[in-house]
């Protein structure tokens, strides 16, 4: 397990953007496949976007497709979660997951598959 160091939530209007930033506490993300989930109040946590280890293999829930956009920045030992044209119902608290990962192209999509949260990160879009 490793901590993760969330940063970037916020209050936005409706067609806003907003930019998610986490980073392992003292490790390199290298070796890690990342992700970002998102938890709306009285629902379930779900995946928004995944990354591999290299940065090169993505995967994005549909609702998302088009307006946000994951990457990740070995050098600066970050990933990120580039929010455009928000809607309310993007409202939730987000949350980086990451695992080490033995592949390049490996990449991974449910809550299981990681062993590693950052604390959260609040983003309320306002309509």
């Known amino acids: 397990q490793v901590q993760l160091v969330e940063s970037g939530g916020g209050l936005v209007q409706d067609g806003g953007s907003l930019r998610l930033s986490c980073a392992p506490s003292?490790?390199?993300?290298?070796?890690?496949?990342m992700a970002w989930f998102r938890q709306a109040p009285g629902k379930a946590r779900d995946i928004v976007a995944s990354?591999?280890?290299?940065?090169?293999?993505?995967y994005y829930v549909d609702n998302v497709k088009g307006r946000f956009t994951i990457s990740k920045d070995n050098a600066k030992n970050t990933v990120y979660l580039e929010m455009n044209k928000l809607k309310p119902e993007d409202t939730a608290v987000y949350y980086c997951?990451?695992?080490?990962?033995?592949?390049?192209?490996?990449?991974?999509?449910?809550?299981?598959?990681?062993?590693?949260w950052g604390q959260g990160t609040q983003v309320t879009v306002s309509s």
């Open positions: 990354i591999s280890r290299n940065g090169r293999k993505l």
């Open positions: 003292g490790r390199t993300s290298s070796t890690y496949a």
């Open positions: 997951a990451a695992r080490n990962s033995l592949f390049d192209n490996s990449i991974f999509v449910t809550i299981s598959a990681y062993d590693s």
